[in-house]
């Protein structure tokens, strides 16, 4: 399962390894495009969109959406 995130706030490699440490602990794989303002996410297991987009948030940015892909 892949879901891309389009998260509004994220404008330098802070920002980026911010992300990256906040998911440090899960079992998911997280590619982040600061170009592009996206955060995707993969697992070989289910996971709650709704979930990975509160933790997004809770670390101080917005997510503007979210898709399969």
Not at 10 to 23: D, H, L, T
């Amino acid at each position: 399962m892949k879901t891309k995130f389009n998260v509004i706030g994220m404008n330098c490699n802070s920002c980026v390894k911010k992300i990256e440490e906040g998911f440090a602990n899960s079992n998911l794989s997280i590619a982040i495009s600061l170009e592009n303002k996206e955060v995707i996410v993969e697992s070989m297991e289910d996971f709650s969109n709704m979930t990975i987009k509160k933790t997004i948030e809770e670390l101080g940015f917005a997510v503007e959406g979210m898709k399969k892909v």
